[in-house]
């Protein structure tokens, strides 16, 4: 999350229709004037901003029924969904952003705005790893936005079967988690299934200090993880530097254990509040952004390139010496960086190993249309999995 | 819901920069001519509608800077959230929408914005029955939008005393459900706690009609609470005009008996579906939005009209003849409407009973005034939880 400061320049508009007491209101940037502005014209200047966005929302969702036209009159979302559109227009969104507010805000803005507008005639149906409120679902909101419907299914497994059959239009389900490592089912079900990935989700687990006491003051041991403990070194540093540091083998444990205590606290994600019957003293209390969740988007077809993508491949070698070295060359010959690599036993035969490798680029894009050329002479079969636009914020 | 229907008038302004392309596109408005658009114009110009909403988008963030100014300098989000201004804000934009998006989706949109702007100094804390996910949870979002600190809490006891003891700005808690009537333990909470009601939320649970089968022709039978049937009748008419409704003691013995045979089908919620392996063959299938569960918002102030106001008291009244008459007797005289009323017994006595009543109006309007004074007369004790802004969309 890149925290943009207020660093707002001049442009300010006034409302298409100011009321009489517009003229009392002082320029939002003249920050350093310190009278307190009179807050009914702030207000009337407020009013007329929202006329105005409300007035482009609508403009925006009248030509989105045009895109919808000119791909077929009245067609449902998914015929003209485009990840790749998406991908473009959200970064331009974060390219012009100048603050005051964040660009997870306003991606988080305009992907509902984007929401909204193509789910004007039929839309998109997509499926995912149920019940409701699981961290799927929030992924589902945060790529698709709000205007969508969400069908809660009983797997991962059963997610790939609903894209498949036609009944969801596409399918979220996690591949991988910061701290535990791949999701393998999720990986294993691409050995037999034709679906493809047309998008990445990354979605942020906070950290929070956990303790059945009251204040932070009191606090004089906190358990977590030691990974737990690495993420938030700085925050504790800062804030409690005499506490004592008791690792423990999961954060759950820590939070059970800080239970019994007015004195100890826990690091762990908010919901171990609930669970546990604790307080949240303080959070997130990360140092970085780096507690994330990866989700795969699965569609049935693959899109053109964003501009900034990332390509999700199958490959199956044959047990041979050097076989791994020849299929991973060519992608360091033509300049291309490999994200991920994580082998799997294959499913076709014996002594036959899949790989899942992630590499920067789209497979349109010439460099990684030769890489790919090329490396089929050495592998059994290779399979493009998806080319999807890089999860933006 | 009101669904619009596509009736833009004029006024599409061209984009600050078109690109050369743009003169190619259509007008949206222009649906009666065939011609399939260009794409590339028509997302020129959307392009061009982006840049204009994230600029407003700014302004409108720098302007509610002023506003917390205006209240004391770098306050908190929670010393400038205003609830009848929000709602005078939101019902402004209903007025007016006059398509092609619905007022829900309108309605969404706008407190995002607004939630984001609010936000930028220090986020509100709102407390919510834990864990994360459940329902209390999509009406925290729901009514403050996602830029906020969610607090996943272990009761409803415990969001009261979060918010009392200012660990949380504010609590939301479920208070009515339109099928399972009054949450008791709630409005028992507010016969001892000081808090007040500032705000209501209404969540829509939506019906769908759920099946092992994969297609509504194949479906002979219906199982449902006869509630169901009711909510969904139009629609059984028009789809499934031939199949058997069989009446169950709830929706879930209707998902569990459904899971026997490719010919039979469940009416439920969508989470129905994960729990007993169903898929939802179609929905929301309700005639009328009115499954709904109502929450209340809760803070630890009063405050003022936003214009359109319900207000909920808490009356305690001696076990004597004619009594509960003479309390409600003042509110019909001035002409206000009852919503609501519900007896519990009372805590501070024998004999002794205490009504939870809601009427329309705010308790600073005339009306309202007045008859409180008359109904403080005949009751031992009247206690205004709240006057706050009726729920919107």
């Given amino acids: 999350m890149t925290t943009k400061g207020s660093k707002a320049k001049g442009k300010q508009r006034s409302p298409a229709k100011a009321t009489g007491r517009t003229r009392e209101a002082t320029k939002p940037d003249a920050g350093k004037n310190e009278t307190k502005p009179d807050l009914g014209?702030?207000?009337?200047?407020?009013?007329?901003?929202?006329?105005?966005?409300?007035?482009?929302?609508?403009?925006?969702?009248?030509?989105a029924q045009q895109v919808g036209k000119a791909k077929g009159k009245l067609a449902a979302a998914v015929d003209y969904?485009?990840?790749?559109?998406?991908?473009?227009?959200?970064?331009?969104?974060?390219?012009?952003?100048?603050?005051?507010?964040?660009?997870?805000?306003?991606?988080?803005?305009?992907?509902?705005?984007?929401?909204?507008?193509?789910?004007?005639?039929?839309?998109?149906?997509?499926?995912?790893?149920?019940?409701?409120?699981t961290h799927s679902q929030q992924a589902v909101y945060k790529h698709f936005g709000h205007s969508i419907h969400g069908l809660p299914l009983a797997s991962i497994e059963e997610v790939f079967q609903e894209v498949e059959a036609g009944h969801a239009d596409f399918g979220v389900v996690p591949v991988e988690n910061s701290t535990q490592g791949t999701i393998q089912s999720t990986l294993d079900m691409?050995?037999?299934?034709?679906?493809?990935?047309?998008?990445?989700?990354?979605?942020?687990?906070?950290?929070?200090?956990?303790?059945?006491a009251g204040r932070l003051e009191d606090i004089e041991r906190v358990y977590a993880h030691p990974q737990s403990f690495a993420q938030c070194k700085a925050w504790l540093r800062q804030y409690l530097p005499k506490a004592?540091?008791?690792?423990?083998?999961?954060?759950?444990?820590?939070?059970?254990?800080?239970?019994?205590?007015?004195?100890?606290?826990?690091?762990?994600?908010?919901?171990?509040?609930?669970?546990?019957?604790?307080?949240?003293?303080?959070?997130?209390?990360?140092d970085r952004p780096?507690?994330?969740?990866?989700?795969?988007?699965?569609?049935?077809?693959?899109?053109?390139?964003?501009?900034?993508?990332?390509?999700?491949?199958?490959?199956?070698?044959?047990?041979?010496?050097?076989?791994?070295?020849?299929?991973?060359?060519?992608?360091?010959?033509?300049?291309?960086?490999?994200?991920?690599?994580?082998?799997?036993?294959?499913?076709?035969?014996?002594?036959?190993?899949a790989f899942f490798i992630d590499i920067a680029?789209?497979?349109?894009?010439?460099?990684?249309?030769?890489?790919?050329a090329e490396v089929a002479d050495f592998a059994q079969e290779v399979k493009v999995l998806g080319s999807y636009p890089v999860a933006i914020s």
């Avoid at 349109?364 to 890489?371: C, G, L, N, V, Y």
């Fill in 290 to 353: 780096d507690n994330t969740t990866r989700f795969l988007v699965l569609g049935r077809e693959l899109f053109p390139p964003s501009g900034n993508d990332r390509t999700s491949l199958l490959v199956f070698i044959k047990d041979q010496p050097g076989a791994l070295y020849h299929v991973l060359a060519p992608f360091a010959k033509h300049g291309l960086s490999m994200n991920r690599i994580e082998s799997r036993p294959g499913h076709t035969g014996l002594w036959q190993y």
């Fill in 41 to 63: 014209a702030v207000r009337a200047q407020i009013d007329g901003i929202d006329r105005q966005i409300q007035d482009l929302i609508k403009q925006r969702a009248n030509w």
């Fill in 190 to 212: 691409f050995l037999t299934s034709g679906l493809r990935i047309c998008g990445e989700v990354e979605l942020r687990v906070h950290q929070h200090l956990l303790s059945r």
């Fill in 81 to 133: 969904y485009r990840p790749e559109r998406e991908a473009q227009v959200l970064r331009r969104v974060v390219d012009r952003n100048d603050g005051p507010l964040n660009d997870e805000v306003l991606v988080r803005l305009f992907r509902e705005i984007m929401s909204a507008c193509l789910a004007q005639q039929e839309p998109l149906k997509i499926g995912f790893l149920g019940p409701e409120g």
């Fill in 244 to 286: 004592e540091k008791i690792p423990v083998s999961s954060n759950a444990d820590g939070a059970k254990r800080a239970r019994n205590a007015d004195d100890a606290a826990a690091i762990a994600g908010i919901s171990a509040a609930t669970v546990y019957g604790l307080k949240s003293l303080a959070g997130p209390i990360e």
């Fill in 361 to 372: 680029g789209h497979a349109q894009e010439e460099a990684m249309h030769r890489a790919l």
